[in-house]
C-alpha cells in the first residue's frame, strides 16, 4: 500500500525521530543523497507560496530529481477535470506529489487514488511539513527534543493543529493559547490550551505565532488584529518563559503584529534557522518515501 504524508500520523513516532536525525545529516552534507536521481515529482501550488515552493523545489533538485512545478490554473482541475484523474495520470510519471491548496478533502481524495506518495505541502487544516522544520530546528537548538515545552501564542489555525498533532510524539509538550472563538477546535488528546498567553509561556523552552490573517480571513481581518493583540510575541513575552527560550515563526511574519520585530530579527530567535529547516526536513521525508516507490 503507497504511504502518504497527509497529516502527520502516517510515521510512526520512532520513525519520525529518526527522521529529523536524517535531517541533520542531509543539512551537514546537502548533496550526499540521491535519492531521486532519474525521477520526477509534481509539486501542485493551489496558493501562493515562498518557503514551501523554493524549499521543495530546490530540495528535489538536491536530492538528484526534477520538480515539476505546477501553479494554480496550469492543470485541467481548473477546467473540471477531477482529482481522481490528475492522480491517476501524475501517478504514471512522477515518483510522489505535493500539493499546496486550501480544502484539507482535496489532498485526502488526491492520496486515495494517488498510486504515488502524497505529500501534503498545506491546507487549510495541516501543515504538517512546517512541523518537521520545526523540530528539526528545536533539536539544533536545544540538543534534544524529549521534555521540550513549546507554547503556540495566536490564532488556532493548521499550524497550530499540525504542532499539537505532532510534535508531542517527538516528546515535546505543547500548550496553545488563543482568544475565545480563535482556539484550537478538536485540539489532539493531551494539547494544553490556556488563554492567557503569559500563563500559557511559563516555563516553556518555546514560543511560536502565526500570522493573525491567514489566506482566506482577509474578510475578519480588523476583528481578529482587535481580538490578537494581547498575543503578540515580544520581548516583554518572552521574558516570561523559561531561561534560554526562543522565538519560532512559520513566515510570512508581520512585524509589529503578531511578532514584534525586536524578536522577529533579534539573538532569541531561530525562525531563519527555521525557514531554511524547511528544505533539509522535506529532503529526508522524500528519501524516506520515495524508497517505498518501486
Known sequence: MTRHFITGEELADDELVALIERAIELKASPLQSRALAGRSVALVFERPST??????????????????????????????????????????????????????ADVEELACYATVPVINMLTAAHHPC?????????????????????????????????????????GVEVTVSSPSGYSLDDPPPGTRLVEDPRAAVAEADVLYTDVWVSMGDESTAAARRAALAPYRVDEALLDRAAPGAIALHCLPAHAGEEISADVLYGPRQRIWDQAENRRHAQKALLELLSSEVA
Not at 73 to 78: I, K
Not at 149 to 154: D, F, I, K, Q, S
Not at 163 to 168: D, E, G, K
Request: glycine share 14%.
Open 130 to 170: 512546517q512541523v518537521l522544520a520545526d523540530l528539526l530546528t528545536l533539536r539544533e537548538a536545544f540538543g534534544r527534543l524529549e521534555g521540550l515545552r513549546l507554547a503556540y501564542v495566536g490564532d488556532g489555525n493548521n499550524v497550530a493543529r499540525s504542532l499539537a498533532l505532532i510534535a508531542p510524539r517527538a
Open 51 to 104: 518557503r514551501t515552493r523554493i524549499s521543495f523545489e530546490v530540495g528535489v533538485g538536491e536530492l538528484g530529481g526534477h520538480p515539476v512545478v505546477l501553479g494554480a490554473g496550469e492543470l485541467q482541475l481548473s477546467r473540471g477535470e477531477s482529482l481522481r484523474d490528475t492522480a491517476i495520470v501524475c501517478s504514471r510519471h512522477v515518483c510522489a506529489i505535493g500539493i499546496r491548496t486550501g480544502p484539507h
